[in-house]
């Protein structure tokens, strides 16, 4: 994959200012570290890519014409920022290592994220789809099952699977 010019830089920008779709202009390229703030993006495909340190902050993500349009696989995504991001239609994130990332706000419900890792991520007031055919393999912050469940009446422990082998390892 080759980088970004300037020159597409610029258009990239036009388009995300005008409202227009800037999915063909990044196919193909290396986007890390690039900034997609309030892009619309309505096809990506990025498999065994790094992506990491991209900012797509109130980006709209996919399109409901087009099945499953958002394809993020086997790709390292650490500390990319979703914050307010809407994913529309069904996305998949799956066996991606998206340590540290943002995802304050955003709409994940359709996102499938199987084996993915989130650890150090933020969900912080996200619309997220918790489900064990979705999530099947993921790894989750802690601290996001602890703030999830706080105002509960319901005591939820979280064991992660090793914590569970080493007690039946004990037992």
């Not at 696989?73 to 066996?95: H, V, Y």
Request: glycine share 6%; proline share 1%.
């Amino acid at each position: 994959m080759r980088k970004i010019t300037h020159q597409e830089r610029d258009t990239i920008n036009t388009y995300i200012k005008n409202g227009i779709d800037i999915s063909a202009l990044i196919e193909g390229k290396d986007i890390q570290n690039q900034n997609f703030n309030r892009a619309i993006i309505s096809k990506m495909e990025r498999v065994k890519d790094d992506i990491s340190g991209c900012s797509f902050a109130f980006a709209k993500l996919g399109s409901k014409e087009i099945p499953l349009s958002i394809k993020i696989l086997q790709t390292k995504m650490q500390n990319c920022n979703f914050e307010c991001a809407e994913f529309i239609g069904t996305a998949w994130i799956r066996n991606c290592d998206a340590q540290n990332c943002n995802f304050k706000g955003a709409d994940v419900s359709n996102v499938d994220y199987r084996f993915t890792n989130f650890l150090g991520s933020s969900f912080c007031e996200s619309k997220i789809r918790i489900s064990s055919k979705s999530g099947f393999g993921c790894k989750f912050p802690k601290e996001m099952w602890q703030e999830l469940t706080k105002q509960w009446d319901m005591k939820i422990n979280v064991i992660s699977q090793s914590e569970e082998l080493k007690n039946k390892e004990n037992v």
